[in-house]
């Protein structure tokens, strides 16, 4: 089992230009999740996918939106990056949203906006 | 909102106890986390407690809860070069997200 990947691994953008970060998981786990990794800020939640067909903001979504694709596939997509947008970025997958809530995470996209 | 607070940095002696501490503030917090991060890599879950214990033991890490003060702890023994890392504490409780602390750096100088 891979777990849960990204790709892709490191990306540059000019302003304004878009760009679709994928996720995969083959755990068979209903939620999905990004996050956005900042220094001193920890992770914050970008946005969610409860379950296959739904998804809901999180803490900062502002300038992004998602795809729920199927149960493995969780898509973030940057419409018009702004360097505020610079951070790594990371899929999580877990089981259930609803209970103890172990998630798994990829290994992160690097992203920089000049 | 809920906040999850822990210091930055930490160093210490190879050999040495580490422990990393977190304060949190929702009193309803129903599971509290233990992830850490190496460099280029994901988090991965080190341990877990729920809110109604107050101490779990894993071979090397001890995580203690004062639920009262609203303050957990992970307690590394015989810390070894590979636990230097990033540790992040987290919280969460039923049909709610997860949050997270900014993590803490531990540097185990040989």
């Known amino acids: 089992n891979a777990g849960v990947t990204q790709t892709p691994k490191f990306q540059v953008l000019k302003t304004g230009q878009s760009m679709t970060l994928q996720c995969a998981q083959d755990?068979?786990?209903?939620?999905m999740y990004w996050y956005r990794q900042d220094p001193g800020m920890g992770l914050r939640l970008i946005y969610y996918?409860?379950?296959?067909?739904?998804?809901d903001k999180g803490e900062v979504p502002n300038g992004y939106n998602v795809s729920r694709l199927n149960k493995r596939e969780f898509s973030l997509r940057l419409e018009s990056a702004a360097p505020s947008q610079t951070s790594v970025y990371f899929c999580?997958?877990?089981?259930?949203?609803?209970?103890?809530?172990?998630?798994?995470f990829g290994p992160g996209t690097r992203l920089t906006v000049l | 909102g809920e906040d999850v607070e822990q210091s930055l940095f930490l160093s210490v002696r190879e050999g040495d106890s580490s422990v990393i501490n977190c304060t949190y503030t929702?009193?309803?917090?129903?599971?509290l986390y233990w992830y850490k991060q190496e460099p280029g890599a994901g988090l991965q879950l080190l341990t877990y407690?729920?809110?109604?214990?107050d101490m779990k033991q894993d071979q090397r890490l001890t995580v203690l809860l004062n639920k009262k003060d609203k303050h957990l702890s992970l307690r590394i023994a015989d810390t070894q070069t590979g636990d230097s890392a990033i540790y992040f504490c987290?919280?969460?409780?039923?049909?709610?997200?997860?949050?997270f602390g900014a993590g803490t750096r531990l540097t185990v100088k040989p």
């Open positions: 999580a997958s877990s089981g259930d949203h609803s209970s103890y809530n172990e998630q798994f």
């Open positions: 755990m068979n786990h209903n939620s």
């Open positions: 996918s409860a379950s296959e067909g739904t998804t």
């Open positions: 929702d009193s309803s917090s129903t599971y």
């Open positions: 407690i729920f809110s109604n214990m």
């Open positions: 987290a919280e969460s409780k039923e049909d709610d997200d997860m949050r």
